[in-house]
């Protein structure tokens, strides 16, 4: 048994590749875009929409602070928010219905992506850890 924890330290402490991988999502809010990579290499480039006036979208680095993949928001009439990944406070990537509006801010402040791409960000950050995943909102 101690032989194993032994192993399994050394590769972490390595960084062997089975333990490296890690989720970058960059929101680019002057481009209405969001660009995801998984240890290092970029997989995949969506619109996105972000908050519309008056509802600032909150710029900065973070890291989900939780995850619900059936979520209705509390705050604006029990708007469906599927695949939510939580990042700071009330404020959360998201799928939407209204995906004939991404590609311009729409939202109050959340970061809305089409439904399909929600749900494999979701299933993406579920399988490596969102200890291991990076939101960067810029712009």
């Known amino acids: 048994m101690l032989r194993r924890v032994l192993i399994a330290l050394i590769f972490v402490l390595a960084g062997s590749p089975a333990f490296a991988e890690d989720i970058s999502v960059v929101v680019d809010i002057s481009t209405q875009t969001m660009s995801v990579s998984v240890d290092g290499v970029s ?28 979520y209705y928001s509390k705050k604006y009439d029990n708007a469906p928010m599927p695949h939510a990944i939580f990042f700071t406070g009330g ?44 939101i960067h909102i810029q712009g």
């Not at 619109?47 to 059936?70: E, L, Q």
């Not at 959360?92 to 809305?112: F, K």
């Open 43 to 70: 997989e995949y480039n969506w619109k996105v929409s972000t908050g519309r006036k008056g509802h600032r979208t909150p710029t900065g680095d973070y890291r989900p602070t939780r995850m619900a993949a059936v």
């Open 91 to 134: 404020f959360a990537i998201h799928g939407t219905e209204y995906v004939r509006a991404l590609g311009g801010p729409a939202s109050h402040g959340c970061v809305r992506l089409h439904p399909d791409n929600a749900a494999l960000l979701y299933s993406l950050v579920e399988q490596y850890g969102a200890q291991n995943t990076e």
